[in-house]
Nanobody, 125 residues
Framework: QVQLVESGGGLVQAGGSLRLSCAAS????????MGWYRQAPGKQRELVAV???????NYADSVKGRFTISRDNAKNTVYLQMNSLKPEDTAVYSC???????????????????WGQGTQVTVSS
């Protein structure tokens, strides 16, 4: 099976920076897209940023110019560098891996997506 483990969340003052990491483990053959989503209290989960295996990226308008997503395909790891953080960035950030091919029971399997457990990011004003 596949597991996603996030790290790097925490408490930071407005204007500060944090770097989130998400490592996918298991008998992974390839991962198509990896991304970050967030959910603030009382709000729906929203896409923050996504990056394809080839390096194409897409960002939510609210984070463009402040956040940078990157990935290390060899390590099956995706990163989110968050700069100039604002109180409205406060949320639980979850990692998503989409289009995963992996080995299980001696054969290759495909999963549309896996989710990490989430990490809290709190930005104080």
């Amino acid at each position: 099976q596949v597991q996603l483990v996030e790290s790097g969340g925490g408490l930071v003052q407005a204007g500060g920076s944090l770097r989130l990491s998400c490592a996918a483990s298991g008998s992974i053959i390839s991962i198509n897209a990896m991304g970050w989503y967030r959910q603030a209290p009382g709000k729906q989960r929203e896409l923050v940023a996504v990056i394809t295996r080839g390096g194409s990226t897409n960002y939510a308008d609210s984070v463009k110019g402040r956040f940078t997503i990157s990935r290390d395909n060899a390590k099956n790891t995706v990163y989110l560098q968050m700069n100039s953080l604002k109180p409205e960035d406060t949320a639980v950030y979850s990692c998503n891996a989409g289009g995963i091919t992996y080995y299980s029971g001696g054969t290759s399997q495909y999963a549309s997506d896996y989710w990490g457990q989430g990490t809290q990011v709190t930005v104080s004003s």
